[in-house]
């Protein structure tokens, strides 16, 4: 069976939530297994386990949190390995213009460095979800639907 990762940093709780939501689209779609952790928790020599990965962070001055980064930064041993793979992203924030889209395409750089194939939105959250603040109604759907697509792409693609 195909492997998705949702791999995520949190402080508040709300970027976690989102992991969750998108997790319940991907195992909704069926024929991924699907494995949530805290970034902290994820050794960056499991990647190689897995077809796809969905990468969370809050946004701290318009970019992603330096666990992730760092996270990011252990996956250079892994360069040309993981390309093909499916990737996205999703950020919480605490601000509508607090730099949401630049902390996703920040994450979404390194996947593509990476050579791995990014699944967008054409509807909604193109980059990938944002929640300002706790996950709304607009929020859990858009974190449903990003689980889903990134399941689909998987099972297309492998």
């Known amino acids: 069976m195909k492997k998705l990762a949702i791999i995520f940093f949190t402080k508040t709780g709300n970027t976690e939530a989102m992991a969750h939501l998108i997790a ?9 297994e699907v494995h949530v ?15 796809g990965f969905v990468l969370g962070s809050p946004t701290y001055y318009g970019s992603m949190s330096g666990e ?4 990011l930064d252990e996956t250079v ?3 040309r390995q993981l390309d093909g793979k499916v990737g ?31 699944q967008g939105n054409p509807d909604g959250d193109h980059f990938g979800p944002v929640s300002i603040g ?3 109604d607009r929020v859990r759907g858009q974190c ?6 990134v ?6 693609l492998n």
């Open 151 to 156: 399941a689909m792409l998987i099972k297309m």
């Open 88 to 118: 996205a992203a999703f950020t919480s924030a605490a601000n509508i213009g607090g730099g949401n889209e630049t902390t996703i395409t920040g994450i979404l750089n390194a996947l593509l460095i990476h050579g791995m194939i990014i």
């Open 144 to 149: 449903r639907m990003l689980g889903k697509r």
């Open 134 to 136: 706790a996950p709304d």
């Open 24 to 32: 319940e689209g991907a195992e909704d779609e069926g024929g991924v």
């Open 77 to 79: 041993k892994f360069h």
């Open 68 to 71: 992730m980064k760092k996270f």
């Open 37 to 51: 952790a805290r970034v902290e928790d994820f050794s960056s020599g499991r990647v190689m386990e897995f077809d």
